[in-house]
């Protein structure tokens, strides 16, 4: 019983691993194309879906290349013999000739086994002959639909040569394409290659008029009876050819041809390895019925298109364009978006920075008219101290204006009026006028309001205007003004009347820390020297100095020892000067007092003196 049972076992083992035999029959040859395309789309199809093992066997139906039937019995002969001691499980013919040739013979070779006609053009199908153990996927080309894609990318076309070869089959599309397009197209020249020579075709595709298309059906057998197997005759043409190439199926698609609609061997042989597999797993062929395949969406190659100048507005709605070079987007996207997010910052940054620097330029300008505005106000304020000292300045040469002229009257009341005397009477008039002049045209400058104007100046010049100018004051409250004018010139880049106004700043501060000092030796030292390429001017007192605490703020504004002091003056004397890109700072001296040193850039007359 056991040793029953195991070998029931065995033998279903051995049923479920034997491998189905299928019998694939190739138009022409293995290596003819379309066919083969279509025959390793079934293969593929065959390894994803099928269940069981599949030994495929290939055989070629050579006799299709030429007609005759000796060669053909011969070939239905070595098919009998190599399948009398069991016949395959299934038999798919590919193509025409290889269908056409499965029907004619079928009694002959395979009468019981299931066959599947594939990749067969609806009209080279004998419907009549098949029976119930048959089931076709067939295809159907749209001959007229071929060609109006030639002439929607190619409207001016005039000359169509159609390259076919002189077999049987070759023979049959030769007499559909004479059928159906040369009625509807009486304007265009049909030229068929179809009695030519290989080398012939290529001549002629080399030298074809303009306004020329050439349209690949296939070349399996040309006009002196070479056979072509595979592509090569496709790419030899492409090589040589002056006008685009336009073909009917995808398997010729991807170098040579331009595209269009087409059938496609990829669907095709899915729909074949379907269909095969089902009858394999016990399904009945006649019931198994498949529309036949139209051409899927169009599809065009994009290198072609560039290459013949084809428009991509000319392809129909819905149309895939394949091999289009990768843009420079496409290629570099993440450095683009990289260089262009940096180029965004910084056009950001750039952004700010300048409307930054117009606001601190707006800045500068507003601070610049507001220290001049507050320098202003600080030389009413200066003017008001030395209302005294001015109106002593000029109260002496008026008087003395008036002593004269009443002199001269006098002279002049005389019998002999003394006319030398009166000469020397109206020349101290005149240099005492002069004089009170002079004391009000400084006066004027003091209280001037003028923008800041740089010009060439001289700092011994400006300095010792400005001693002429406080020596009133200086002489009203008891100071010695003690100066040191530097020997030769010391030629600046400045505005005469705001650096006065530093000096005299100066001045008058020293004038007012040692007012209040008893003793009779109350002095300010005024020096200025050259350092290189700068002028200095210092300015030093015999004072009590500065505090210690405070050496930090007195340049700060509102900051002031006096008791009626705004606390702007040192503050405006930094501001001018930082202005005229120098340098003032404030110490006391070891021996006491306190001395304050402006440094000036020379100008460029000045450095050059050196």
Same mark, same amino acid.
């Given at each position: 019983m056991l040793a029953t049972m195991l070998s029931v076992a065995l033998a279903r083992s051995a049923d479920a691993v034997e491998p189905k035999r299928v019998l694939v029959l190739h138009s022409y040859g293995q290596n003819f194309k379309p066919w083969r395309d279509y025959a390793v789309a079934i293969r593929q199809e065959f390894e994803r879906q099928t269940r069981w093992p599949i030994d495929v066997q290939d055989f070629s139906v050579v006799t299709a290349r030429f007609d005759d039937n000796n060669v053909e019995n011969q070939f239905v002969e070595y098919l009998?013999? =190599?399948?009398? $001691?069991?016949?395959? *499980?299934? +038999? +798919?013919?590919?193509?025409?000739?290889?269908?056409?040739?499965?029907?004619? $013979?079928? /009694?002959?070779?395979?009468?019981? +086994?299931? %066959?599947?006609?594939?990749?067969?053009? &609806?009209?080279?199908?004998?419907?009549?002959?098949? /029976?119930?153990?048959?089931?076709?996927?067939?295809?159907?080309? *749209?001959?007229?639909? =071929?060609?109006?894609?030639?002439?929607?990318?190619?409207?001016?076309?005039?000359?169509?040569?159609?390259?076919?070869?002189?077999?049987?089959?070759?023979?049959? #599309?030769?007499?559909?394409?004479?059928?159906?397009?040369?009625?509807? %197209?009486?304007?265009?020249?049909? /030229?068929? #290659?179809? $009695? !030519?020579?290989?080398?012939?075709? =290529? !001549?002629?595709?080399?030298?074809?008029?303009?306004?020329?298309?050439?349209?690949?059906v296939q070349l399996q057998v040309d006009g002196s009876g070479a056979v072509h197997e595979g592509e090569r005759a496709l790419k030899d043409i492409h090589d040589v050819a002056n006008a685009p190439i336009f073909s009917y199926d995808e398997s010729f698609f991807g170098g040579e041809t331009v595209g269009g609609? %087409?059938?496609?061997?990829?669907?095709?042989?899915? !729909?074949?390895?379907?269909?095969?597999?089902?009858?394999? *797993?016990? &399904?009945?062929?006649?019931?198994?019925?498949?529309?036949?395949?139209?051409?899927?969406?169009?599809?065009? *190659?994009?290198?072609? =298109?560039?290459?013949?100048?084809?428009?991509?507005?000319?392809l129909p709605p819905g149309s895939e364009v394949e091999f289009r070079s990768p843009s420079a987007w496409e290629i570099y996207r993440w450095q683009i978006s990289l260089i262009t997010a940096v180029i965004l910052l910084q056009s950001a940054l750039i952004s700010i920075l300048v409307h930054e620097r117009r606001r601190r330029v707006l800045a500068e300008v507003q601070s610049r008219q507001r220290s001049a505005e507050l320098a202003h106000i600080n030389r009413f304020s200066m003017a008001g101290e030395l209302t005294a000292s001015i109106a002593h300045e000029l109260n002496q040469p008026l008087g003395a204006i008036l002593t004269n002229a009443e002199s001269a009257a006098l002279i002049l009341k005389s019998d002999a009026p003394d006319l030398k005397e009166l000469r020397e009477i109206v020349e101290d008039i005149r240099r005492d006028d002069t004089r009170a002049s002079e004391v009000i045209i400084r006066l004027r400058s003091l209280l001037k309001r003028a923008p800041f104007e740089q010009s060439d100046l001289d700092l011994n010049q400006v300095a010792q205007e400005t001693i002429e100018f406080l020596q009133p004051l200086a002489t009203a409250r008891d100071v010695e003004l003690d100066p040191g004018i530097a020997a030769g010139t010391l030629p600046i880049r400045g505005d005469r009347i705001q650096l006065q106004q530093v000096i005299m700043n100066l001045i008058v501060n020293a004038i007012d820390a040692i007012s209040g000092l008893a003793g009779p030796h109350r002095r300010i030292g005024l020096q200025t020297a050259r350092d290189g390429d700068f002028a200095e001017i210092g300015v030093c007192d015999n004072g009590p100095g500065i505090m210690l605490d405070r050496f930090d703020r007195v340049f700060e504004p509102f900051y002031t020892t006096k008791p009626q002091g705004m606390g702007m003056g040192l503050a405006i004397a930094r501001t001018i000067v930082e202005a005229h890109d120098g340098r003032i700072v404030a110490e006391n001296k070891p021996e006491g007092g306190a001395v304050f040193r402006i440094r000036l850039p020379l100008s460029k007359a000045g450095r050059a003196l050196a």
């Open positions: 009998a013999a =190599l399948f009398a $001691h069991g016949a395959p *499980d299934l +038999v +798919v013919a590919i193509g025409a000739p290889a269908a056409l040739f499965v029907q004619q $013979h079928r /009694t002959d070779l395979f009468p019981s +086994v299931p %066959m599947v006609l594939t990749a067969v053009e &609806e009209r080279r199908v004998r419907w009549s002959a098949l /029976t119930q153990n048959d089931a076709v996927v067939a295809v159907r080309q *749209d001959i007229p639909a =071929l060609f109006a894609n030639i002439f929607r990318l190619l409207p001016e076309t005039k000359t169509i040569a159609v390259v076919i070869g002189d077999s049987p089959n070759e023979r049959f #599309w030769l007499g559909e394409f004479r059928r159906e397009i040369e009625p509807t %197209m009486p304007n265009v020249k049909m /030229t068929y #290659w179809n $009695h !030519k020579s290989f080398p012939e075709v =290529l !001549k002629e595709a080399a030298t074809l008029p303009p306004y020329s298309a050439i349209f690949w609609p %087409m059938t496609s061997a990829t669907r095709t042989g899915r !729909k074949t390895a379907e269909i095969a597999l089902r009858i394999l *797993d016990g &399904e009945a062929p006649a019931d198994i019925k498949t529309p036949t395949l139209q051409y899927g969406p169009a599809k065009y *190659d994009w290198r072609q =298109l560039q290459r013949w100048g084809i428009p991509e507005s000319r």
